[in-house]
């Protein structure tokens, strides 16, 4: 299983009580940013182009911790920046464990084997190790020589630790789906419990803007990576939601599926967009137009989105929506589809490596000094 029976039915009954309520937006997970800053640079992310000042700001545990109550979902992804650079992230992820919350804290890895002492083992905490494929296209895509072997030092070191260990792979224009499949033999042969997958968003501040997928070209790129799936790859990511990555069903975004907190406050509408901020979450749900996104709409700054976290929100929903979602998904979750598909066979053996590197230069770990964590 691809998570914990406890966290699967943590979840499940949380979104049937959402249902029964008749409550009909409702947040999954809340995406917590304590920080902007990062000890990476990589060419196709859309925060840490913030003036120093706001780079050097963090949220406080007690912040976080009223955030999580107020919003109320039963997990907790920590992006960021880099979360191992706030001070006192063993406090704020000890505070989330102890009320329950099942806690992705994502990492580059740069510093978790030498952090790895301040936190615990627990069924609630899982190292969510961003890896965006194997040794050559992880260095680019993060900027950085040495970046993978890092990672995936991290990542054995963790496993070895007793921790649960899932990854995030981000996927851009020039991704070759043989290596990404590659890449995936190499997760789970280092122990992972499991693998996330998503395309990444067209961030208009990222330095590298031509290579970010569009619809077609991800559906075509999914479904070459995601077909004929061999039986030791897990995925964390909800199976309804890689059949819409690989073109096989559509969904709406959602949003408020996966709202997002950061030093702002609440971010409107998305993890993404940035349409002003909200003082409480309560005035996130209701002031927020959300009319105005997803597809449907017409906004431009959603036509080509495809994001886990505007769309796995609303597979979930779908599966708890109806009998027919139900079915679907327990259908998926007993008797796991491999999804063999000829087509995508061929479309792999004929890929042709586009050679698309994003043109950036990478930083040599060697000359550039991590960036010191404070307080520890
Ligand atoms: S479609 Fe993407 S960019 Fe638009 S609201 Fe949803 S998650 Fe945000």
Not at 88 to 112: Q, S
Not at 163 to 192: C, I, Y
């Amino acid at each position: 299983m691809a998570v914990p029976v406890s966290q699967a039915w943590t979840v499940a009954t949380y979104v049937l009580k959402q249902k029964l309520s008749g409550r009909k937006r409702y947040p999954l997970v809340l995406m917590l940013e304590p920080l902007f800053r990062c000890n990476l640079a990589c060419a196709g992310c859309g925060k840490i182009q913030y003036p120093a000042h706001i780079l050097k700001s963090e949220l406080t545990p007690e912040e976080c911790f009223k955030a999580v109550e107020e919003c109320g979902a039963p997990m907790v992804s920590i992006p960021g920046g880099e979360p191992l650079l706030h001070p006192h992230m063993p406090e704020i992820v000890a505070g989330l464990v102890a009320r329950k919350k099942y806690v992705y804290m994502c990492t580059n890895a740069l510093l978790l084997k030498e952090k790895l002492h301040f936190f615990k083992p627990s069924k609630y905490l899982s190292f969510s190790v961003h890896v965006d494929g194997e040794k050559e296209h992880h260095d680019f895509s993060v900027c950085r020589e040495g970046g993978h072997d890092i990672a995936m030092e991290g990542i054995r070191a963790a496993v070895a630790a007793g921790f649960r260990v899932t990854t995030n792979t981000t996927l851009f224009d020039g991704a070759d789906p043989n290596s990404v499949r590659r890449h995936f033999d190499q997760l789970m042969a280092a122990g992972v419990e499991s693998m996330m997958v998503s395309p990444g968003y067209t961030y208009d501040k990222a330095p590298d803007q031509n290579h970010f997928l569009g619809k077609a070209k991800s559906r075509r790129l999914f479904r070459a990576i995601l077909s004929n799936r061999k039986k030791s790859w897990e995925f964390n990511t909800h199976p309804l939601f890689a059949e819409f990555l690989m073109g096989k069903r559509n969904f709406e975004c959602t949003p408020w599926g996966m709202p997002t907190f950061s030093i702002f406050g609440w971010q409107k509408p998305c993890y993404l967009l940035q349409d002003g901020y909200a003082d409480s979450f309560q005035e996130l749900m209701e002031a927020t137009n959300w009319d105005n996104y997803g597809a449907k709409s017409g906004n431009p700054q959603c036509a080509n989105c495809m994001v886990h976290s505007g769309h796995e929100a609303s597979a979930v929903d779908y599966n708890f929506g109806s009998l027919k979602g139900f079915i679907e998904t327990a259908k998926r979750y007993m008797l796991p589809s491999l999804y063999p598909d000829a087509e995508a066979e061929k479309l792999l053996n004929e890929w042709k490596p586009a050679h698309a590197m994003p043109l950036v230069q990478i930083r040599s770990a060697s000359n550039d000094q991590l960036q010191p964590v404070s307080g520890d």
